[in-house]
T-cell receptor, first 109, second 113 residues
Framework: GENVEQHPSTLSVQEGDSAVIKCTYS??????FPWYKQELGKGPQLIID?????GEKKDQRIAVTLNKTAKHFSLHITETQPEDSAVYFC????????FGTGTRLTIIP | GAGVSQTPSNKVTEKGKYVELRCDPI?????LYWYRQSLGQGPEFLIY????????DSGLPNDRFFAVRPEGSVSTLKIQRTERGDSAVYLC???????????FGSGTQLSVL
């Protein structure tokens, strides 16, 4: 089955700086790669996703890149704000999502 | 419209008891998923439905766990003879169809004492 690894497990960034979270996956059949943000006591919220026929996607301050050959994908958040503080999960999917172990992002004001 | 709704939000039970967790998906979503999330971990897949049938139940940990979706909308996750190790947040998600974006509910925090 699919195995997704995520790094780093914790990340502290000064407000206004950029944050990068990286994931690798094992199953070459995976073709959908979403990112979720989870705040305390809430369910994961989809923030951006990318499919395997695309190398990069951007939505305002958030971007995701995908390298299918290396089985790597990354989340980039620019101009970070305090409200970006949360746990972020990457996931990979063929039919069902397999999640990474999460990154706790803290934005320092 | 309304998002995925899960009830109860919290459930405390004693070891050995039976529990039912309910999920109301987004209206019109044909695919429904159950995940389990332990503290500090990512969600782990349990089972998903396409319509009324369980398309993949490979994530259910053992035969104490069972899920149904009799009319292709609301789903119930059933856990028999609960154990302390079953304590976790149980998340439900739905998507328009298989392979589309998943939208999660807020989860049910299950505590087995």
């Amino acid at each position: 089955g699919e195995n997704v690894e995520q790094h780093p497990s914790t990340l502290s960034v000064q407000e206004g700086d950029s944050a990068v979270i990286k994931c690798t996956y094992s199953d070459s059949a995976s073709n959908y790669f979403p990112w979720y943000k989870q705040e305390l006591g809430k369910g994961p919220q989809l923030i951006i996703d990318i499919r395997s026929n695309v190398g990069e996607k951007k939505d305002q301050r958030i971007a995701v890149t995908l390298n299918k050959t290396a089985k790597h994908f990354s989340l980039h958040i620019t101009e970070t704000q305090p409200e970006d503080s949360a746990v972020y999960f990457c996931a990979a999917s063929n039919e069902k999502l397999t999640f990474g172990t999460g990154t706790r992002l803290t934005i320092i004001p | 419209g309304a998002g995925v709704s899960q009830t109860p939000s919290n459930k405390v039970t004693e070891k050995g008891k039976y529990v039912e967790l309910r999920c109301d998906p987004i209206s019109g979503h044909t695919a429904l998923y159950w995940y389990r999330q332990s503290l500090g971990q990512g969600p782990e897949f349990l089972i998903y439905f396409q319509g009324t049938g369980a398309a993949d139940d490979s994530g259910l940990p053992n035969d104490r766990f069972f899920a149904v979706r009799p009319e292709g909308s609301v789903s119930t996750l059933k856990i028999q003879r609960t154990e302390r190790g079953d304590s976790a947040v149980y998340l439900c998600a739905s998507s328009l169809s298989l392979g589309e974006k998943l939208f999660f509910g807020s989860g049910t925090q299950l505590s087995v004492l």
